[in-house]
């Protein structure tokens, strides 16, 4: 097989980036390629040489499950890479794996979490609900971000952030019950905002997010779940406790600046 094979796919879309990976039994082929309607996706081959043929697998990760991928490989590489200890003087007999384990919510780290925290847990204020959450997500480290308090007409979001590659539209609620059809207006307005790639917020201030992945939140108490995606824009229930839990994990864990991305698309 020359160089010129080594590249399996003979799909006829663009490639973007290909890469491959040789190690002593397997060799691995890695192409990003551009779908039919636009879309990005990976291919990956693992082949291994068997007499004078390869044998093998590959598998496409879509543009919509790339990130849960991500996240996945990063968390069981960490647990591999640091959180698990063998001992390497009984390797020979059965060993005992044992996995660190540490409570990341905010009630159990309270003396480190902003007061205001359990303000956002009990109050039925939604203007202190509202304001509280902006410096929650300030506090996370998210820089870019706008809140619309005191600008407020109705079917107007609540805020605007964006992080490294993502950018989001937020609402928030102390509504019970079926958010999802309360919102269902709003929700449409929010992800044909987000459809546009840029926001103005003044006539002199415009924040533009073309090839960002984009995501409508709604905060509320209740537990967090996807509620639909909409022409590619996640729509999101969000758990304020969920927001507070992250808080706590990334102070008290050795979380970068650019894991903050991954972990607010992933919530």
């Known amino acids: 097989m ?9 799909e006829e879309r663009e490639l973007l980036h290909k890469a491959r990976y040789f190690s002593g039994s ?40 790339m990130l849960e991928f991500e996240r996945i490989l990063h968390q069981l590489i960490g647990i591999a890479s640091a959180q698990m200890h ?6 020979s007999q059965p060993s005992s794996i044992e996995v660190e384990s540490k409570d990341f919510s905010w009630e159990n780290n309270f003396d480190i979490c902003p007061s205001f ?16 959450t902006f410096l929650l997500l300030r506090l996370l480290g998210v ?8 600008e407020k007409q109705a079917g107007k979001a609540d805020g605007f952030f964006r992080t490294t590659n993502l950018s989001v539209i937020y609402d928030c609620t102390l509504a019970k ?8 207006q709003q929700i449409t307005n929010y992800c044909n905002q987000l459809r546009q790639g840029r926001i103005e917020f003044s006539d002199k201030i415009v924040e533009e997010f073309y090839e960002d992945h984009k995501q409508v939140w709604i905060i509320s108490r209740q537990c967090s779940r996807k509620i639909q995606v909409i022409n590619s824009i996640e729509v999101k229930l969000i758990s304020i406790e969920d927001l507070m839990n992250l808080y706590a994990t990334r102070l008290t864990s050795n979380s970068s600046y650019k894991s903050l991305d991954l972990q607010l698309r992933n919530i």
Do not use: C, M, P
Request: charged residues 35%; aromatic residues 14%; without cysteine.
């Open 2 to 10: 020359d160089n010129s094979e080594q590249w399996y796919t003979r």
């Open 26 to 65: 397997h060799n691995y082929f890695f192409e990003l390629k551009v779908a039919k309607n636009g879309s990005k996706y990976i291919v990956i081959d693992q082949r291994k040489k068997i007499g004078d043929k390869f044998v093998g697998s590959k598998i496409r990760i879509f543009e919509d499950e």
């Open 86 to 91: 063998v001992s390497t003087d009984n390797l």
């Open 117 to 132: 925290f359990k303000i956002l847990a009990i109050t039925n204020d939604w203007q202190e609900f509202e304001k509280y």
């Open 143 to 150: 820089s870019t971000i706008k809140s619309f308090l005191g």
């Open 177 to 184: 019950g079926d958010i999802e059809n309360l919102k269902d």
